[in-house]
C-alpha cells in the first residue's frame, strides 16, 4: 500500500491506498444523467487527495468511511483537475468508519506536474498551488 504523500500523476492503474473520507461535494450528472460524478476530499496520516466518485459509489460513500483503493489513477478529470480515482480496472470498497488518523495538508491535488527532464514517461513536481484543498475549506 502506498501513502497519499506518495502517489504521483500516473497514466497506468497501480495505486493501492486506504483513507478516510472527509467531505464530499454535490453530485452532478453528465450525458444526459446517465453519469453521475462527485468529488470527494480523503485523506490518510500523510497528506489529502481530491478522489472523484463515480455512478453509485456517490450515495455508497459518506464521510468517516475508511475506503480500500485498489488499482487506482492519480489523473486530471473532465473538470482538468488533479484526482484520485478507481478508473475502469480499479476497486473502492468500505473497510471501515471513524478510527483512522489524518492529515489535510498537504493536499497532492494541489500540485502542479511536469514531465521529467531525464524520463519522460514520469512526472514530477514543479510547484504547489495551495497546502490545502480549493475545494473544500479546511476542517477547523
Sequence with gaps: ?????EIVRAARNNINTRFIVLEKGRVTSQGG????TCLAL???ESASVHFQLWNEECDAFRPGNIVHLSNGIFSYSRSNCLVLRAGKSGKVEKVGEFTMAFVESPNVSQIVWISDLYDSSKYVQEYVIATVSGKFSPLV
Design 1 to 5: 500500500m502506498v501513502s497519499l504523500k
Design 33 to 36: 444523467g446517465q453519469n453521475r
Design 42 to 44: 480523503v485523506a490518510d
